[in-house]
């Protein structure tokens, strides 16, 4: 019975491990989007300015169809120290568009991403009529960061001050608790009823290891997720589930109320956890695609 248990978990585990997305230049790239909010009622560029002189032709052919005077302007800061990534370069590939794409609510939407895009920057928005409005200087937060820019609000305030607003992560974090706790929960579960622990006995410190351990990897993971992407997550999945195998099997020992054999509570760690790390792999996509969302 136990031979069968443990062969069944092994393969469940690696076919898990096969639907592992191909960690090379197919993940995710950084982003940043900016949704700016009562955008200019006549046409418009948006750049990214950067403090590093290093040109490259992200724009190609699109160049030629662009307002010549409106890119000169995008380059009035350059005396300044600050050079229009997009349109002038920043020494990577940097993908994006000057003009942005309308959406709800009369607001518009920039987005820029790929190897480019910059840990430092300010907003800057050139009009065809020759004004121009500049953010204060940013520092991007998260690997895929979305952003707010009050055109409207920025006239009200000094060249170079206008703000910018950045998201709050606090609801990613909550919700991908949530949806990692509760099948963590099922699928550690059932292999406790499996092991023959009685789980009225042992609800309690089950629910209080794998909470705190679940606190305790979507802490680590959604950091790792929100700042640095997906492949480093997937790196460190392993290191966590090691050390959470080898904090629940001495808690277990303890604490469960269990049927004879003094090896059960450290297997039943084993064969938990390492269910746990193969749908943890599966779901990382998913727990990814939540902290983009915000």
Same mark, same amino acid.
């Given at each position: 019975m ?11 585990w690696v076919m898990?491990?096969?639907g ?5 230049d ?5 982003a ?12 418009? #560029?948006?750049?990214? /300015? !950067?403090?590093r002189?290093?040109?490259?032709d992200?724009? #190609?052919?699109a160049?030629? $169809? ?5 890119l000169?302007?995008? =380059? ?7 050079y ?5 370069? $920043? ?11 309308p959406? =709800?609510?009369g607001?518009?939407?920039? +987005?820029?991403s790929?190897f480019?895009?910059?840990?430092? #920057? +300010?907003?800057?928005?050139v009009?065809?009529?020759g004004?121009?409005?500049?953010? !204060?200087?940013m520092?991007?937060?998260a690997?895929?960061? =979305?952003?707010?820019?009050?055109y ?8 170079g001050?206008?703000?910018v607003?950045q998201? $709050?992560?606090?609801?990613?974090y909550?919700i991908?608790?949530?949806t990692t706790?509760?099948?963590t929960?099922?699928l ?7 092991? +023959?622990?009685?789980? +009225?006995? $042992?609800l309690?410190p089950?629910l ?5 351990t679940?606190?305790l990897l979507t802490?680590?993971l ?6 640095t992407?997906l492949?480093e997550?997937y /790196?460190?999945?392993? /290191?966590l589930?090691l050390?959470?195998?080898?904090v629940e099997?001495a #808690?277990?020992?303890k604490?469960?109320v269990r049927?004879a054999?003094p ?5 039943y ?5 390492l ?8 779901m990382?996509?998913?727990e990814f695609?939540?902290h983009?969302?915000?």
């Amino acid at each position: 019975m136990k031979k069968r248990l443990l062969t069944t978990i092994t393969l469940l585990w690696v076919m898990c491990l096969l639907g592992i997305p191909a960690l090379a230049d197919t993940g995710p790239k950084p982003a940043l989007t900016i949704t700016v909010q009562h955008p200019p009622q006549e046409p418009y #560029y948006l750049d990214l /300015l !950067v403090q590093r002189d290093a040109p490259y032709d992200n724009l #190609y052919e699109a160049r030629g $169809n662009l307002d010549k005077e409106m890119l000169k302007l995008l =380059k009035s800061q350059m005396s300044n120290g600050w050079y229009p990534a997009l349109s002038y370069g $920043n020494g990577i590939p940097l993908h994006g568009k000057l003009t942005g794409e309308p959406v =709800k609510n009369g607001t518009m939407m920039h +987005r820029f991403s790929y190897f480019g895009v910059p840990e430092q #920057y +300010r907003i800057f928005i050139v009009t065809e009529s020759g004004k121009m409005t500049l953010s !204060v200087p940013m520092q991007k937060e998260a690997f895929q960061e =979305k952003v707010t820019f009050d055109y409207e609000k920025a006239q009200q305030t000094p060249f170079g001050q206008a703000e910018v607003g950045q998201k $709050n992560q606090l609801m990613a974090y909550f919700i991908q608790f949530l949806t990692t706790l509760l099948p963590t929960l099922l699928l550690e579960g059932v292999v406790l009823v499996l092991f +023959r622990y009685p789980l +009225r006995r $042992n609800l309690r410190p089950f629910l209080a290891a794998n909470i705190a351990t679940q606190v305790l990897l979507t802490v680590a993971l959604g950091t790792v997720l929100h700042q640095t992407g997906l492949i480093e997550a997937y /790196l460190l999945l392993p /290191l966590l589930e090691l050390i959470i195998f080898a904090v629940e099997a001495a #808690y277990y020992h303890k604490v469960l109320v269990r049927p004879a054999g003094p090896g059960k509570p450290v297997l039943y760690a084993f064969v938990a956890n390492l269910l746990s790390f193969g749908c943890g792999f599966l779901m990382m996509n998913f727990e990814f695609g939540i902290h983009t969302m915000f």
